[in-house]
């Protein structure tokens, strides 16, 4: 005993403490690098993780600790999920008969394109309606002020459901809009996503104090481990559950193009009217409650049916971190592979996974027509070299790769031959398919297919082709800077 004491005296001591700590340094990485491997996660994302934690092990383990781990099927996430399900459920039973003569409907219409929302139903995930009058609004100078007109016209109750409000011109104004119908007794239901919504200054304050009802989704100072990495990214406003609207464009002024601001920005939404907007509801319903513990009643006024004679076949698809499958991603891949003729894809942020540049290059490799549109310039140096990696093997194959060059294209959209429309919150990449809640819709219609190829015609004037022989002349240095931040992309 004596002697042990004597060798922790000290030198000696300082020697054990310090051994000590390595150890448990060593034996902290191993234990994380070991529940990487038990998640059972993407290989490719693995191993990157596992990478950053032996090359910068400290930075490592915040961003996995923060970022990494998989917790879409923790009991938060679990829970809501299954709530969800017995509302959507409740829903379609009441319409069965009704659903199935739709989709054979649709399927005479659009032949294979109606596996789509075959598959949206089965898996619980959306259903089919096909009275809907749809809008196609091209930035913010087309669907602003369509918005604030059909706030004005609001009756009974106003939603919204948005990753960026802004206080600001326009968020200001939708704000001045909500305060004169809370006095006229229009109900106001508001969800904005904490980390998103960082410039949202009083509002939500204001209103309240006005008796709306507003919440965050996932407050990232209450629970920064969990909240910081699962976001709201859906753009939803329901109006009297008779207008909807859906896309890509926040409330913020920087989608507006009135010579305020240095960049052009170039965006997309949608603006529904029909049975669409009551799927829209089922999903700011789900929201509403998972962020308020609280609901309103799935019956009219809230859900009703629309008086709209006119066909127009669309599906909203819903998807998120309590999600059974990434099914924002399934459906832009069943998309591809059931196109017969031409894929037009416009997207901000393209790091597409195995599957969707696969499908891609083999469409082209088919004869197929497939065209992208990507930002000439990007907003984060990371994405923008990440997304320049996958060109070279699309331009191998086959795919028309265009650079927008008037300003920053925020644009998420697909169209699909003559009679599939996509347009969403939805970007090409892991976050949009696995972590954060987005939505977009499907419209199955050849004059909203029209505009929105009327509308990627117009972008290409403002586009330049990736020729292949002088994108693989590009200097060395630019090359690895692609490869290395597409190491990188899992974790993106």
């Known amino acids: 005993m004596h002697s042990l004491i004597n060798f922790l005296s000290d030198t000696n001591w300082h020697l054990f403490v310090k051994i000590s700590g390595y150890v448990l340094v ?114 913010g100078e087309e669907k602003f002020p369509e918005v604030l007109k059909a706030l004005q016209t609001a009756k009974h109750h106003i939603h919204i459901e948005y990753y960026i409000f802004t206080d600001d011109e326009i968020g200001n104004e939708v704000v001045r809009i909500l305060l004169e119908k809370l006095k006229e007794g229009v109900e106001v239901r508001v969800v904005y996503d904490d980390l998103g919504s960082n410039h949202i200054g009083v509002i939500p304050d204001v209103l309240r104090e006005h008796g709306a009802e507003v919440y965050t989704f996932a407050p990232v100072l209450l629970n920064l481990y969990v909240n ?148 000439g310039k990007g907003d984060s140096y990371i994405v923008q070299h990440a997304a320049y990696s996958y060109i070279k093997p699309l331009l191998e194959a086959g795919v028309k790769v265009y650079f927008y060059q008037r300003g920053f294209v925020h644009a998420k959209t697909m169209v699909v031959d003559d009679n599939l429309a996509w347009v969403g919150s939805v970007n090409l990449d892991n976050r949009s398919f696995f972590l954060n809640c987005e939505i977009s819709a499907i419209v199955y219609d050849k004059a909203v297919a029209a505009a929105l190829n009327k509308a990627f015609e117009e972008d290409l004037k403002h586009a330049v082709p990736v020729q292949e022989t002088r994108w693989n002349k590009r200097t060395v240095i630019k090359r690895f800077a692609d490869a290395v931040c597409r190491l990188l992309t899992p974790l993106l």
């Open 228 to 375: 910081a990495n699962y976001r709201n990214h859906r753009k939803i406003i329901v109006v009297d559950c008779k207008i909807g609207f859906v896309g890509g464009i926040n409330l913020d002024d920087r989608y507006l193009n009135n010579g305020k601001h240095k960049l052009f920005w170039r965006d997309t939404h949608l603006k529904l009217e029909g049975d669409a907007v009551n799927i829209l509801q089922l999903q700011f319903l789900m929201s509403f409650r998972y962020c308020s513990k609280k609901s309103f009643p799935f019956a009219v006024p809230y859900f009703c049916r629309t008086t709209i004679p006119d066909t127009c076949y669309v599906d909203i698809v819903a998807s998120g971190p309590d999600s059974e499958w990434p099914m924002s991603m399934e459906c832009i891949l069943m998309a591809i592979n059931v196109a017969k003729h031409r894929i037009r894809i416009t997207n901000p942020y393209f790091i597409p996974t195995e599957e969707i540049l696969t499908a891609l290059q083999l469409a082209a490799l088919a004869g197929k027509n497939v065209e992208l549109i990507l930002p």
């Open 26 to 139: 060593v034996l902290t990485f191993v234990g994380v690098a070991g529940t990487i491997l038990l998640e059972n996660r993407n290989p490719v994302k693995a191993i990157a993780y596992i990478l950053l934690l032996i090359f910068v092990p400290i930075a490592g383990l915040i961003v996995y600790y923060y970022l990494g781990r998989d917790l879409r099927k923790k009991k938060r996430f679990t829970l809501k999920g299954s709530k969800d399900e017995g509302l959507f459920l409740r829903y379609r039973e009441s319409q069965k008969k009704e659903i199935q003569d739709m989709q054979l409907a649709l399927r005479h219409l659009v032949g294979t394109k109606q596996e789509l929302s075959g598959m949206l139903m089965n898996t619980r995930q959306s259903i089919l309606t096909r009275h809907n009058r749809v809008q196609l609004l091209l930035n």
